[in-house]
Every structure is written in C-alpha cells, then in structure tokens.
C-alpha cells in the first residue's frame, strides 16, 4: 500500500538531486514504498551533503567517520544543514515513524521519531536525548527494521536490543535489527561480542569465526552454575537458534535445553557449553573437526576407496543419478557396479540429483517436472526401491523471495509428478533456509543440508531445519594411492539410512 510520506520522501530526492544526476545514479521510483532503491539515494544524497565526491550506494566506514566528525549529533541546533535533515526526516517516515513533514525543521515530531526509534533499538540509555547519533543515521538508512515483525519473537527481540546496548560502542559495531527475527547481521554481531568480550582489539575483532574466536569458546566451556558475561552469550546463542531459555545464568533449565539441541544436532550430549555446541549454535558448519558417518562426492567408489571410506567411519554415501555433461566431473554420475561396490563394502548410497540449477531462472515448474522425470528414470535404472528419498539440488544461495517465486513451484511440480508416476520421496538438497521452506510447504521427506556454505544468507542465522538427514560441514580428503579420494563431509541424523541393496538394473 502506498504510504503518502514516503511518496513526498521519494519527491524530495527527485526533486533535490535532479532526478539522481547530482548523486550518480537514477530517478528514484515514486510509489510511496520503502526500497532498497530510495535507501541507496539517500545513502548517496547524505555523502553528497557531507562533501564526498566519490558516492557509494554503501554507508561504509568512511562515510561513518566523516559524518561523526562533522555532525557528532544532529538535533535542532542552527548548524546542521536542512537537507540533512530532510534526509533524516525521509529515513524516519522509510522506517515507519513520524517525521514530520519534510522541511528540514528537526521538529517536535522529529525528536519523539528518534526517542521512540532508539528505544526500539535497545539504545535509549546508550544515547540519551532527542538527538540522532551517526550510528543511529546508518540505521535509518537500510532495510532493517527495528520493531516486533509479526512472525518474531519478543526472547529473541531482547536479545538483540542486549547485544545493541552491550557493543554499540565498539568501532565496528553498527545497529542490528531488532525484529525478533534471527539474520546473517545478527548471526555476525554475536561472534563480534565473542571477540569484544575475549578481548579483542577493535583493529583485531571482524566477526569471523577464525582461529581466535574458537579458541575463545575452547577456554569457556560453562555448566550448570555458570554465570556472568559468557552464560548471557551462550543463552543468547540458544534463544537466537530457538531454543527459548531463560537469558542469563546457566541454569538446570538452560542445561536441559541444551541436552536437547545437542541430541538434535547429533552432537555428544552433555548438558554443557563445550565447543562442538558454541560452534554449532555460531555457525552452520559447526566444529568442522567432529566425525561424520556420511559423506556425497563426485568421484567413483571403487573397493579401494570404499574400504577406506569404512575404516574412516563413513557409511552413506550421496552419489548423482545424473551428470548433464560429457565434458567434466565424468565420475560424478554413479558408475557401472559402483552400487555393489558400495553395498559389499558395508556401505548405503542416498541418490543425489542435480544438473545446471545455479540461478534462480533455471527453477521453474516445466524443469521441475522434466527433472522428477529424468530422476525417476535413473533412480529405477540403478536399482533404487520404492521409497527411497531422491535429494533434489538447488545449487546457489536463493534469496527469500526467489524461493517463493521460484524454488516451491520447481518443488511442488516434482512432488506431482513423483506422486503420478513412482514411489519415491522427495528430498531437497541446499541450504538451511531452503530446505526448511520446502520442508514447511509439505513438500519434502528429508533435507540434504549446505552448512558447508557458511555465508550462504540462507545459512547463516537459520536453525537447522526440522527434518534434517544429512548435514554437509567440510571437505576433506580419504585414504592414500588407490584408496585416495576427496569428499564432502556430513554429519548424519539418522532418519534416511540410504539404501544398501539394490534392485536389478540396467547398468
């Protein structure tokens, strides 16, 4: 619905840009919606008013630095220039508060608009006033939001105000969303308060889960009577992964849960915050380090191999149905008596089916149905029986959108066309986001997860999905010689064993 405000807003930038001439860039859209596209020009528009001859659609460090030292707070003092103050009038009514009609008057209206917003953000103690910090303007000027979305959570909401007022200060802090909602911005600033809070330097901290920050973790294992800073990160972690404990001390309560997410994860259960469970409620990968039973790969298993992969402690192995190409990865599409290789070794195969599925147009529901087609074809050519889960691939990080437009009409035409024409069950093959939608939608039996990709924005800041059955987590390499192999690791959850017999095939 077109808001009236931010219509005006969009007519300002026009109107005073000459339709994005003088900030580098277009005509902003005039429908009254709050866009990435009118955040840019107003990004642009403040580095404009600021004297930056080199404008950027990012509000980076430069920018920040700048607008700190010229403007330190803007408020209705005689120094600060109107169309500043447009701008942030502009960002208020973007993010939904009242700011007033736009006039570069900082007024009544105004200041109650930037109390009301930095309590919002958990802020309102850290910046005291009706004034608008620097920190506070590049929050403005994004697509974050910083009220209770309708499908958020007021424990993890909390967390999220904490985690703004506790590191705020810190140089490369900025503002988080405070929707209730768990998100790759939020994902990343719990492992800089990790950093902050093992003393890193602000040159130092890049909320990276490196070396230093696992090291961290190693020395805090925390049980039941742990208390202080690191017992308020650890629960902070759990109620960010939806495991909804009381935010604080390390508590029986807290202990339970963890018991809980750990069987979940198929980690070691314990009870306590050892480092396979700080890493796996940090980042999808978890400890790359832990064992896997299951691993997929793109190369023929051989005795050889297989025997290896046994010794190593691998007993499902994900293999293709199908290779689109004569030209590369000749091995990834299972082999002539590669399945009885396997099953005489002690081993399972879950069949994986992927082509040329990198980008959101490849999915549409004709190449849905084509690929259910093609997949049941080689599925009952390799001897795979009645209910046998097939992984279908989405091999790129979809965005949320591309996956209500695109990936759920390429699954629901797969599920058609398996339940028309065989037995088997449709599994998804992607990150956790993905797979979790798809799972929602009724329209997978298990997911084949990409925690690999940790920066897939599918992954990071998602719990793993309900009916998880394999988790991807690292690549690692296999025996030695003939043995030698190269694989992609995976934790496995117990619930699709693969399969370990075979029916007859036309090999």
Sequence with gaps: MTNLMILEAQKFINTTYNRGVTIGTSAVTEDGNSTWETMFALTRALQYELGITSLSDSFGPSTLSILESKFPTINNTENIPINIIKIIQTGLHCKGYNGGKIDGIYSKEVQDSVLNIKNDMGLSEIFPGSGIEAKIVKGLLNMDSYTLASNGDLSIRQVEQWLNKSYIAR???????????????????????????????????NGVFGPGTQGSIKNH????????????????????????????????????????????????????????????????????????????????????????LYAAGYRYIGRYLYNPSTKNLLEKQIQP??????????????????TY??????????????????AIFWA???????????????????????????????????NIFISENSEYKVGVYESRNICQRIFSEGLSQTSFVADMSS????????????????????????GEGESFIEIDKNVASGIDLGQNTFDSSVE
């Design 221 to 308: 294992v925390l049980e039941v009577g742990s208390t202080g800073i690191w017992s308020r990160l650890f629960t902070a972690a759990m109620i960010l992964n939806k495991y909804f404990v009381t935010f604080g001390d390390y508590t029986e309560e807290v202990a339970d849960a963890v018991s809980k997410f750990q069987k979940f994860a198929s980690l070691p259960v314990t009870g306590k915050a050892d480092f396979a469970t700080w890493s796996s409620l940090l980042v999808s990968h978890g400890d790359k380090s832990r064992a896997g039973s299951a691993c997929d790969g793109v190369t023929k298993i051989t005795a050889p191999r297989a025997q290896a």
């Design 455 to 478: 920066g897939y924005s599918g992954n990071s800041g998602y719990p793993l999905p309900e009916n998880w059955a394999f988790d991807q987590i690292d690549t690692v390499h296999i």
């Design 337 to 354: 008596g590669e399945l009885d290789v396997i099953s005489s070794h002690g081993l399972s195969c879950f069949p994986i089916y992927q």
């Design 380 to 414: 009952k050519k390799f001897g795979f029986k009645k209910e046998t889960v097939i992984y279908f691939a989405v091999d790129y990080d979809a965005l949320d959108q591309e996956i209500s437009s695109h990936i759920l009409p390429y699954f629901q035409a797969i």
């Design 357 to 374: 599925n990198d980008s959101v147009d490849y999915f549409t529901s004709q190449q849905g149905a084509d690929d259910a087609k093609n």
């Design 171 to 205: 140089k490369n802090f900025q503002v988080i969303p405070t929707e209730g909602i768990n998100s790759r911005t939020v994902a990343q600033s719990m492992l800089f308060a990790i950093q902050y809070e093992s003393g890193m330097t602000d040159e130092i901290a």
